[in-house]
């Protein structure tokens, strides 16, 4: 920063050069500019132009300096951030007179679930099961031939278990 004010003239060093070398190397890394900032830096580069044609050692920096300064000052005003923080402050109460409600919905559920007692993780999987193992031994009977009362007794009994609702 202090290297760029010493040398900010338009003999030495060009800041729209500087803006536009800046863009390049960034483009070369693919990145995406919007069209308003190229158009800024074909503006300032024309600014910076004719500003020197018309007097000689036109300094672009010095020049601006108190423009930017001011456009900042304003945007950036303490007085301005509260203003703007004012008009976000009815949805702040709203949050805030919210709270305690939000707090003892969070404690109701949390101390229903702490009072419920723990299931069983494996009690629903108890008919899938012998669901399974009858199908597997139906299979098995059926394919050495035994007796149709058998596997199809065992097929009956994994259909109605596969079927059925509930623990």
């Known amino acids: 920063s202090g290297r760029w004010r010493r040398a900010a003239t338009f003999d030495t060093f060009s800041?729209?050069?500087l803006i536009?070398?800046?863009?390049?190397?960034?483009?070369?890394y693919?990145?995406?500019?919007?069209?308003?900032?190229?158009?800024?830096?074909?503006?300032?580069?024309?600014f910076e132009g004719v500003g020197q044609a018309l007097l000689p050692g036109f300094n672009v920096?010095?020049?601006?300096?108190?423009?930017?300064?001011?456009?900042?000052?304003?945007?950036?005003?303490?007085?301005?951030?509260?203003?703007e923080e004012l008009r976000g402050a009815p949805d702040l109460l709203d949050a805030l007179m919210r709270v305690p409600q939000l707090v003892t919905e969070g404690l109701r559920v949390l101390e229903k679930t702490t009072r419920r007692?723990?299931?069983?993780?494996?009690?629903?999987?108890r008919g899938t099961l012998i669901a399974g193992f009858c199908l597997v031994a139906g299979a098995i009977i059926m394919a050495f031939g035994g007796a149709w009362q058998i596997w199809g007794a065992l097929f009956g009994v994994a259909l109605l278990l596969a079927v059925r609702r509930g623990p």
């Open 30 to 46: 693919r990145m995406y500019f919007p069209v308003e900032m190229v158009l800024m830096v074909k503006a300032l580069i024309t």
């Open 20 to 28: 536009l070398e800046s863009v390049t190397r960034g483009a070369q």
């Open 61 to 83: 920096a010095e020049v601006s300096e108190r423009h930017i300064r001011r456009i900042f000052i304003r945007q950036f005003s303490p007085l301005r951030m509260v203003q």
């Open 15 to 17: 800041l729209g050069q």
């Open 117 to 125: 007692p723990a299931e069983n993780p494996l009690s629903g999987i």
